[in-house]
């Protein structure tokens, strides 16, 4: 008996279609090739995490051996993030129309063997805006409870094209990805599963 989804989660699966998960795809690698995949370790103890990640927009979410932060630049590079795709920015002027425009678009890239634990997303100046979160390539067991660590949980499987937006008492659900399922898509030539969330992370004016 699986818990309910927390108020404020809208599941939109397959909202993406093939061709249009392709062409974002397509504008990934461009984006990667600037913005090289990095992988961040835990604050503290240096832990490397198992996903790697990169970002696009204005500003980037970065963690090192002193914090998680946003910053407007490539940690390794030095570099700014490249541009969000309009294909991004439309996908949040359609999804959230009243939120202020997104500033950060993280890209977790998960190889067949990579997790990401139970977590907050608390970095944010602002909760007011929903994040949205875009899954390209193979499925990942998605487990998402509520606002401590231990309130019951529910899992189901993310698979590519699937679009997920956390808002309102969502927004601070605890969640993570419990694994991967290698071998599901044939979008990505190499395999792996992408994540993109964008996000508001300032106040807006
Ligand atoms: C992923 N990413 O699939 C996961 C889940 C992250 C992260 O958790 O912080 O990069 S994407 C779905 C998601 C994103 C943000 C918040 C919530 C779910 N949520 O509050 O449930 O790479
Ligand atoms: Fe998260």
């Known amino acids: 008996p699986q818990a309910p989804l927390p108020e404020g989660v809208r599941f939109l699966p397959g909202h993406l279609d093939l061709s249009a998960q392709a062409d974002l795809a397509e504008q990934l690698r461009a984006i990667v090739a600037e913005a090289p995949l990095f992988r961040p370790?835990?604050?503290?103890?240096?832990?490397?995490?198992?996903?790697?990640?990169?970002?696009?927009?204005?500003?980037?979410?970065?963690?090192?051996i002193r914090g998680y932060r946003y910053q407007?630049?490539?940690?390794?590079?030095?570099k700014p993030w490249p541009p969000l795709p309009d294909v991004l920015k439309d996908l949040w002027r359609e999804l959230a129309p009243d939120a202020p425009e997104p500033e950060a678009c993280l890209i977790n890239f998960y190889d067949g063997?990579?997790?990401?634990?139970?977590?907050?997303d608390r970095d944010e100046e602002t909760f007011e805006a929903p994040v949205l979160s875009v899954s390209?390539?193979?499925?990942?067991?998605?487990?998402?409870?509520?606002?401590?660590?231990?309130?019951?949980?529910?899992?189901f499987?993310?698979?590519?094209?699937?679009?997920?937006?956390l808002e309102g008492p969502s927004r601070l659900a605890f969640h993570g990805?419990?694994?991967?399922?290698?071998?599901?898509?044939?979008?990505l030539k190499n395999g792996g599963r992408i994540n993109l969330t964008l996000r508001r992370v300032t106040k807006p004016a």
């Open 177 to 187: 990805i419990g694994r991967i399922y290698p071998g599901t898509s044939t979008l």
């Open 72 to 78: 407007p630049l490539h940690p390794v590079t030095g």
């Open 113 to 120: 063997t990579a997790r990401m634990g139970l977590h907050q």
């Open 41 to 64: 370790v835990m604050p503290k103890t240096g832990k490397p995490f198992s996903v790697r990640m990169s970002n696009c927009g204005p500003l980037g979410w970065v963690s090192d």
């Open 157 to 165: 499987r993310l698979n590519s094209g699937d679009v997920l937006l």
């Open 136 to 155: 390209l390539g193979d499925s990942a067991l998605f487990r998402i409870g509520g606002l401590t660590r231990k309130d019951p949980a529910r899992s």
